[in-house]
């Protein structure tokens, strides 16, 4: 099992640049590929980014393509979430989550069996 805490959210202007850290819990953290997703008021939530596990691969909602980059960092427990660029159709509960059964192509939330609490991003115009 895996405990989550995000980190880094916050209010920014459109054009920004922010960056999220997700740290977890536990000595298996390689054994997981790792997700961002976000949820904004009144809609599903949805894919952002994710990693493998040695963080040689990765994948990104087309909305997101070329403005983030997820990373992460094996030997501190933590994953990352690069946003540049920021619009603010980006804001949102944004979401760290684990697969201990996926690949870097997860992408559908039912995939993660962990999950954080949410950091909230607003991006204003």
């Known amino acids: 099992q895996v405990q989550l805490v995000e980190s880094g959210g916050g209010l920014v202007q459109a054009g920004g640049s922010l960056r999220l850290s997700c740290a977890a819990s536990g000595r298996t953290f390689s054994s997981y590929v790792m997700g961002w997703f976000r949820q904004a008021p009144g809609k599903e939530r949805e894919f952002v980014a994710a990693i493998s596990r040695s963080g040689g691969s990765t994948s990104y909602a087309d909305s997101v393509k070329g403005r983030f980059t997820i990373s992460r960092d094996n030997a501190k427990n933590t994953v990352y979430l690069r946003m540049n660029s920021l619009k603010p159709e980006d804001t949102a509960v944004y979401y760290c989550?684990?697969?201990?059964?996926?690949?870097?192509?997860?992408?559908?939330?039912?995939?993660?069996?962990?999950w954080g609490q949410g950091t909230q991003l607003t991006v204003s115009s």
């Open positions: 989550a684990a697969a201990p059964r996926g690949f870097y192509g997860s992408s559908r939330p039912s995939e993660y069996d962990y």
